[in-house]
């Protein structure tokens, strides 16, 4: 099975119970990562893996005027619990949801002033996160802005890195993901980074990063 139909299958599976095992410990990184953006309110944003479609709400309140907010998600799970929430909020005006893969975006280039991903980008394999990157900076306007949010790894030796990757490599069917460093990856993309601030989820490092086309 691809890596992108096997995530499609594994969130669609969880897509009705992810807000309680991941949305609290992950929404203080989150709402980090969309502090460090500072959006304007007539900005056209797009969040790349919109899982539950907290931040497409959290957005789309921010949004006024012409501002809108995308999204896209390879889960149809995903996709109905965010249309749900989106639905309860009142926000449907402004939000537009797809499902469709990060390495092949759907938009124009220069669509986009700023491009939203957390706890997104490490999912993929690294050969296809220059790919993600590409496809970024391709839908974003000339210096628009990237805010990402993922699980690091700064190249230090620790227990719960070196753990989770070896999970991660035995058991991907469960852990999904591993730490990256993703400032590396940015400035390797040609993205000039911004802004950085780490907090910490379990002991795991999280990195929120701000980079500009």
């Known amino acids: 099975m691809a ?13 009705g119970v ?3 095992l991941a949305d ?11 502090r460090l953006l500072a959006l304007s309110e007539d900005e056209r944003v797009l969040e ?28 149809p799970g995903m996709l109905r619990v965010a249309e749900k929430r989106v639905r309860t909020a009142g926000l449907g005006d402004r939000v ?37 990157l590409n496809e970024i900076s391709r839908v974003l306007r000339p210096g628009g802005r990237l805010g990402l949010v993922s699980m690091y790894d700064d190249g230090r030796k620790t227990r719960i ?3 989770y990757r070896f999970l991660h490599r035995h058991f991907p069917h469960i852990v999904d993901c591993q730490p990256i460093d993703a400032p590396s990856w940015l400035a390797r993309a040609g993205l000039a980074v911004l802004t950085r601030e780490t907090v910490s989820i ?12």
């Open 3 to 15: 890596q992108a139909d096997s995530a499609r299958h594994f969130y669609d599976r969880i897509s």
């Open 18 to 20: 992810y807000d309680a």
């Open 24 to 34: 609290a410990s992950e929404h203080e990184a989150r709402a980090l990562g969309l």
């Open 48 to 75: 790349i893996g919109f899982g539950t479609g907290h931040c497409q709400v959290e957005i789309a309140t921010l949004l006024a005027g012409d501002g809108r907010v995308f999204g896209i998600d390879v889960s």
């Open 96 to 132: 537009e949801l797809s499902l469709g893969d990060a390495k092949e975006l759907p938009y124009q280039a220069g669509s986009f002033d700023a491009v939203f991903a957390s706890f997104t980008l490490e999912l993929f394999s690294e050969a296809e996160i220059p790919v993600v």
């Open 161 to 163: 890195v070196d753990l």
């Open 202 to 213: 379990w002991g795991l490092p999280i990195i929120a990063v701000v980079a500009r086309r």
